[in-house]
């Protein structure tokens, strides 16, 4: 197979065309048979049937290196049957002639490096040729628009709601009708990814990039793109790793108006909604181990595979000197004894088995005290814990080497590393929701600056996510378990990592239900996903079900996410704030003065203290929106509007 690869691919090519080239010609392919008629996509595999064995009567090398993997991939992973049983046909034959191919299906067939599907099966990944009509429906709609069922949306077809939503946001802002084209979308997702150094999610984006005709020369990195896209990494870094030092300025720089590569307020809330969702889908596929489609190799030749990590960790951890696993510095019997008492308290707290209460305090006051004694805590006694593993912070020149010749390319000249928000710093403050929340003030600019149903598919799949459950809790299966103070704990302990306070939350759940080794799990999906090893998976808690940790990483994904939005939209209110205030000024000194200040000095509170709480709806901005407009003339013509333009 290697052989037929280097043969194929001989010749002086550059990656970026080598890449463009096999990416169009795939989705060219193969794209005939994206139709929902059956009569018509049943003539087009026809079709295509006879032109792959016309490449293997031939013996042509790119049937193996530009057709096979996706022939592959479809015959297992197709959503209709007809589809998987033409191309099983031709993919049978190129394997019984080419031995060596054969070893790509193994590859498919592995939808996660952290567990294997089908360990349990009454918790096996659905499969997309499932009973459930509702289900296949989902893995068709995902066919017929992207061409393909990733891994990642199989393993999220264990809480098919949150797929449902999941897919409808990806179509709401990748594919749909919004500012920017399709290609910067993907191209921006790319970015979002590499920032957290996702593999699986920038090879996918790579991809999409390509077939939406974008330019295979910015496959080579953020060198090769127009200044106005590169001029994003920053935002892009800041919102990956410390999203609370946005601030007005940084927005303010990306929507000055006289420069040619400025940005509108419509394109950057479009960018900021992007980036995010990005930042949150690598956090769960990396926090599952998603393994990558095997037609998507192509876009990993200069990254380094999740596969030779896992199947390596051994010699990692050699070179590294310390393993960053989470569950090094904890004895396993001690996890275990803080699941029984985690699944004790959530059935008292359901009104079961409450004889268990004095054991449960007794076993777990030694917890307890550790965790109010923390100084991490935000507030004095509020019992608030932010576990760190000091393991995280380990990276030699080796590694680092490795990294910089893969998804740094698309990081800027300068790479930002993730650092804890600090309760003490004197450059920022804590984010009280009670100020500014996604409620009130981030939902609506959403829905002014984006329109369509993104805004709303996102609120949604918010509020599906903190409210999922199956009354459930670990493999045992035990039934009416109140699973909401433990997905309360995991929401608003990744918002306080990065810096959100919900003021009328007691932050003292967070350290009953959430142990030491789930926190320090929690916070590396959140926060460094591509730290995350098979043994963070297996052991931060031991007795939840593979689906049911990825519902807890659907929690994280999704917080991170909001937390993301909200410092990215405050970011952009702020900047309109000042710009309103510049307005404010000038009306007054153009003797509107009478008019204007009776409306703010109303609200004056209101207006300092939550100054973004609606920019765009503020009775006193509406009032100077309308003095504006009806006297452009005599503003245009004062020297002072000019001076602040």
């Avoid at 040729?129 to 893995?139: A, G, K, Q, S």
């Avoid at 149903?453 to 459950?469: P, R, V, W, Y």
């Avoid at 103070?485 to 302990?493: E, K, T």
């Amino acid at each position: 197979m290697c052989s037929l690869k280097r043969s194929a691919h001989s010749s002086s090519l550059s990656f970026a065309e080598a890449a463009r080239r096999v990416g169009v010609k795939r989705d060219v392919f193969f794209r005939r048979v994206l139709v929902s008629d059956a009569d018509v996509q049943q003539q087009m595999l026809a079709r295509i049937s006879d032109d792959l064995q016309q490449l293997l009567d031939q013996d042509d090398a790119t049937l193996l290196t530009d057709y096979f993997p996706t022939a592959l991939r479809l015959t297992l992973d197709a959503p209709f049957p007809a589809i998987r049983e033409a191309l099983a046909k031709i993919v049978n034959v190129v394997e019984q002639k080419y031995p060596e191919a054969r070893e790509l299906r193994a590859q498919q067939l592995q939808v996660s490096h952290f567990f294997n599907n089908g360990d349990a099966p009454e918790d096996a990944i659905p499969c997309v040729d499932t009973d459930d009509d509702n289900l296949r429906t989902l893995f068709q709609q995902a066919f017929l628009r992207t061409g393909r069922v990733t891994h990642l949306t199989q393993i999220l077809a264990w809480h098919r709601s949150y797929l449902a939503l999941f897919d409808r946001s990806l179509a709401a802002t990748m594919t749909r009708d919004g500012t920017l084209p399709l290609q910067w979308r993907s191209y921006i997702a790319v970015i979002g990814a590499s920032e957290l150094r996702c593999h699986y999610l920038a090879d996918l984006e790579q991809y999409n990039f390509i077939v939406n005709n974008g330019d295979g020369e910015w496959i080579k990195g953020l060198d090769y793109v127009p200044p106005k896209l590169f001029r994003l990494h920053e935002l892009s870094s800041l919102l990956a790793h410390r999203p609370w030092l946005l601030s007005a300025d940084h927005v303010a720089e990306l929507l000055r108006s006289d420069q040619d590569d400025s940005w509108s307020v419509s394109e950057l809330v479009h960018a900021i909604i992007v980036l995010c969702q990005a930042h949150s889908i690598a956090c769960i596929a990396l926090g599952v181990g998603c393994a990558e489609e095997v037609d998507l190799a192509v876009f990993g030749q200069f990254g380094y595979a999740l596969e030779v990590e896992t199947a390596s960790t051994e010699a990692l951890d050699n070179q590294e000197g310390v393993d960053a696993s989470s569950c090094n510095s904890v004895d396993l019997s001690t996890i275990d004894r803080d699941d029984d008492i985690l699944l004790k308290r959530l059935k008292k707290n359901s009104g079961l088995d409450s004889d268990t209460a004095d054991e449960e305090e007794e076993t777990g006051e030694e917890q307890e005290n550790d965790d109010l004694n923390d100084d991490d805590s935000y507030g004095a006694g509020d019992g608030f814990e932010v576990a760190v593993d000091e393991a995280d912070y380990g990276l030699n020149a080796a590694t680092a080497n490795r990294r910089k010749d893969t998804l740094w390319r698309f990081c800027g000249g300068s790479v930002m590393r993730y650092s804890d928000f600090d309760v003490r710093s004197q450059e920022y403050e804590v984010l009280h929701t009670e100020d500014f929340s996604w409620d009130e003030h981030c939902f609506s600019l959403v829905k002014r600056y984006f329109p369509g149903e993104a805004g709303q598919i996102l609120e949604d799949l918010f509020n599906l996510t903190s409210k999922l459950t199956y009354d459930y809790f670990g493999t045992q299966k035990e039934e009416c378990v109140d699973t909401s103070p433990y997905r309360d704990a995991v929401w608003y302990y990744v918002h306080r990592i990065f810096g959100i306070c919900h003021d009328d939350y007691d932050y003292r759940q967070v350290n009953t239900y959430l142990n030491r080794p789930t926190k320090i799990f929690l916070r590396k999906v959140a926060c460094m996903p591509w730290k995350v090893r098979q043994e963070d998976f297996a052991h931060f808690d031991r007795t939840l079900s593979p689906s049911e940790k990825c519902h807890v990483i659907l929690l994280v994904a999704e917080a991170r996410k909001q937390a993301g939005l909200m410092y990215g939209l405050r970011a952009l209110g702020e900047r309109r704030i000042d710009q309103h205030k510049t307005l404010i000024n000038l009306l007054a000194s153009l003797g509107y003065k009478d008019y204007v200040l009776p409306l703010l000095l109303k609200e004056l509170p209101l207006y300092k203290v939550k100054a973004w709480k609606s920019a765009c709806l503020h009775p006193a901005l509406l009032f100077i929106q309308f003095i504006v407009s009806s006297h452009p003339i005599r503003i245009l013509e004062s020297e002072k509007y000019r001076a602040h333009a």
